[in-house]
């Protein structure tokens, strides 16, 4: 399903807080770790193998954002799992598309 995301080093991103975590096997076989508010179960953030693990990169679901403007100002790079794309949304012009997770 559809979902946008930021993918920012960890350095970059601080929480307030002791999020909860629970891991799964991805379709690449990697480890992806799913970190959510554990009062109010809302998903935070991911981390996970293919993106250097715990001290790699965090991928950001931007409504937790407190500065609005991050999300009006930062442009996707490309779009990933668009086989998964609801028909509702079209393609961003100019950005690359992959149907699954590009290797890297």
């Known amino acids: 399903m559809f979902s946008n995301n930021y993918v920012i080093p960890s350095d ?7 999020p909860k975590e629970i891991s799964k096997i ?9 970190c959510f508010c554990g009062d109010c ?3 935070m953030y991911r981390w996970g193998d293919a ?7 965090r991928i950001i679901q931007p409504g937790i954002l407190d500065d609005k ?11 990933m799992f668009t ?9 961003i ?11 890297s």
């Open 83 to 91: 086989e998964d794309r609801v028909k509702w949304i079209d393609a």
């Open 26 to 34: 991805a379709d690449s076989g990697k480890r992806i770790v799913n």
């Open 69 to 79: 403007s991050v999300i009006d100002d930062f442009r996707p790079d490309l779009e």
């Open 12 to 18: 970059r991103f601080k929480v307030f807080g002791d």
């Open 93 to 103: 012009d100019g950005l690359a598309q992959y149907e699954k997770m590009p290797q």
């Open 51 to 57: 993106f250097g693990g715990k001290e790699g990169m």
């Open 41 to 43: 179960g809302t998903t």
